[in-house]
C-alpha cells in the first residue's frame, strides 16, 4: 500500500522558516518524482516544487530562492526547507508522488494527506 505521511507544519512569524517532512513507504521511492502542493483557503491548489527520480528539482516563481527540496533515499524521505516565510504561504501542504521519473505540473498518482502552515504578519 502506497503511503505518503506529511509533516512539520506548524504557526510561524513572517521571516521564519519550517522545515516539512514527506516519509514514503510502498512503492520504489527512487523511480518516482515527489512533489509538494499548496492549497490556501478560497484559492486553487498549486504546485510548490518538485523533484525527480534522479535529483533534479524544480520550484514555483514564488518560492525561488527561498525554498529548497531535497530526498533521502535511504529513508524515502522528501524535505522541504522554506525559509523567509512570507504571510502569502499560509497554506495547507501536500505532498505526492507520480510513478514516473520526471517531475510533473499536476499529474500525480498518490497523496499524502496535508500539513497545515500559517504565516503570521
Known amino acids: 500500500e502506497v503511503q505518503l505521511q506529511a509533516s512539520g507544519g506548524g504557526l510561524v512569524q513572517a521571516g521564519g522558516s519550517l522545515r516539512l517532512s514527506c516519509a514514503a513507504s510502498g512503492f520504489s521511492f527512487d523511480d518516482y518524482a515527489i512533489a509538494w502542493f499548496r492549497q490556501a483557503p478560497g484559492k486553487e491548489r498549486e504546485g510548490v516544487s518538485c523533484?525527480?527520480?534522479?535529483?533534479?528539482?524544480w520550484y514555483a516563481d514564488s518560492v525561488k530562492g527561498r525554498f529548497t527540496i531535497s530526498k533521502d533515499n535511504a529513508r524515502s524521505t522528501v524535505s522541504l526547507q522554506m525559509n523567509s516565510l512570507k504571510p502569502e504561504d499560509t497554506a495547507v501542504y501536500y505532498c505526492a508522488a507520480r510513478d514516473n521519473y520526471n517531475c510533473h505540473r499536476t499529474k500525480y498518482n498518490f497523496w499524502g494527506q496535508g500539513t497545515e502552515v500559517t504565516v503570521s504578519s
Open positions: 523533484i525527480s527520480g534522479d535529483g533534479g528539482t
